[in-house]
């Protein structure tokens, strides 16, 4: 099974087929990583649709099910295998935005990667990374959105952060489709990562990839 036909069963929302063929590849061993990257390619090119107008929202919420689906039959997969947690992130989709793809494919390779997740889920507000942050001491905060809106979203939470005093203890990391080199300066982040992938290996170069807490 090539990984396209499962891109191409996402864009026509056909659920039943990019199940089946999502457990096919992973029963003949099929790398879950490049699984992932194939449901992360289908999610951009969905929300590039849906700000064009060629898709509505009932149509937005069926492909966000069937990549939510999808991406649960991968996580099992990557889970690392105990011990202290490298260090701890702090993430969501930023107010406005409810697209949790992404997200959740971030989630399973940090996880993976050793570290301690507190994942706030979509449409988080300002005031709640903070909160999040004052509670559980983060090392990272990573905050993702697929919409263009999003980024002034990421602009306010960074903003929320510094007049909270919580901004020099924590680096943060943007992600999403729309994110690049200026929209990291306009927000006011630490880094910026188009892929999953690429966004952990940043997270792990700032904790130094040693376990938490120690030397």
Same mark, same amino acid.
């Given at each position: 099974m090539q990984l396209e036909e499962l891109v191409d069963a996402i864009l026509r929302l056909d659920e039943s087929t990019? +199940?089946?063929? $999502?457990?096919?590849w992973l029963e003949?061993?099929?790398?879950?990583?490049? +699984?992932?990257? $194939?449901?992360r390619r289908a999610a951009q090119v969905i929300g590039e649709r849906y700000e064009r107008g060629e898709l509505f929202v009932?149509?937005?919420v069926m492909a966000g099910e069937i990549l939510k689906e999808v991406s649960e039959l991968v996580r099992p997969l990557l889970?690392?295998?105990g011990g202290k947690p490298v260090g701890r992130l702090v993430i969501g989709t930023v107010q406005g935005d409810i697209h949790d793809i992404g997200k959740n494919i971030v989630v399973a390779l940090a996880e993976a990667a050793g570290f301690e997740v507190i994942d706030l889920g979509v449409d988080v507000?300002?005031?709640?990374?903070v909160e999040a942050v004052r509670r559980y001491e983060p090392d990272v905060v990573g905050l993702s959105g697929l919409l263009s809106v999003s980024i002034e979203s990421m602009k306010l939470t960074v903003k929320a952060l510094e007049e909270a005093g919580l901004r020099g203890r924590v680096k943060v990391i943007i992600g999403g489709g729309r994110v690049d080199e200026e929209a990291?300066?306009?927000?006011?982040?630490d880094?910026?990562?188009?892929?999953?992938a690429a966004g952990v290996k940043i997270m792990l170069s700032w904790v130094g990839g040693g376990e938490r807490g120690s030397p």
């Open positions: 990019a +199940l089946k063929l $999502a457990r096919e003949v061993g099929g790398d879950p990583l490049l +699984l992932l990257e $194939a449901v009932a149509d937005l889970r690392g295998g507000p300002p005031e709640k990374f990291m300066k306009y927000t006011g982040a880094a910026w990562a188009d892929s999953a």
